[in-house]
């Protein structure tokens, strides 16, 4: 009886994750935005209801939702990244329609560089954690953070080139993102790598590999 006690506290119970991957969702929610909204500041077209409306259902709500499903899936950089990515443009909305509404007044210029700087630099560390991901991911959270620092230079200087500047950059960084989501979904349902993402491989998880190939 005792051996058999033994036995039944030893059991180990295996789960296996089902859901989808919740990551294309957020990447297209951040592109996309991104893209329309950095159209505008390169000086195509004006702020309006078209960016806000992708501001608050797809570049914040859609994110927010990939955030917690990532939180579902145990990935702590993914649901840091889509959560807080969700509710930046969340804000963005709020900072532009609130005042509208009487709620507060306009930020200044010098505000809102504060406000762009400081997401600059929590890119930055997000930027730092893709160098174990994938090439993919440092090219948006590389220039994503460019863009931040960017757009909080633009509006601190006044110089409206520098905005623009930021626009183009921006552009770039919103469709590497679309890029990034759409390798994942044609990847997985062709089950072959159909659009390269540069996934690195550290010593940490080669090791990990080689202990279980050993037993």
Partial sequence: MKNASNTQNNTIVSLKEFTANPAPLGLLGFGMTTVLL???????????TMILAMGIFFGGMAQVIAGIMEFKKNNTFGATAFTSYGFFWLSLVGTIVMPGLGMGE?????AMAAYLFMWGLFTLGMFVGTLRISKNLQIVFGSLTLLFFLLALGDFTGNEMISRIAGYEGIFCGFSAIYGALAQVLNEVYGEEVLPLGNVTTAKKTAKVEVATSK
């Fill in 106 to 110: 306009a930020a200044s210029a010098q």
């Fill in 38 to 48: 950095n159209i505008h500041n390169a000086g195509y077209f004006p702020m309006n």
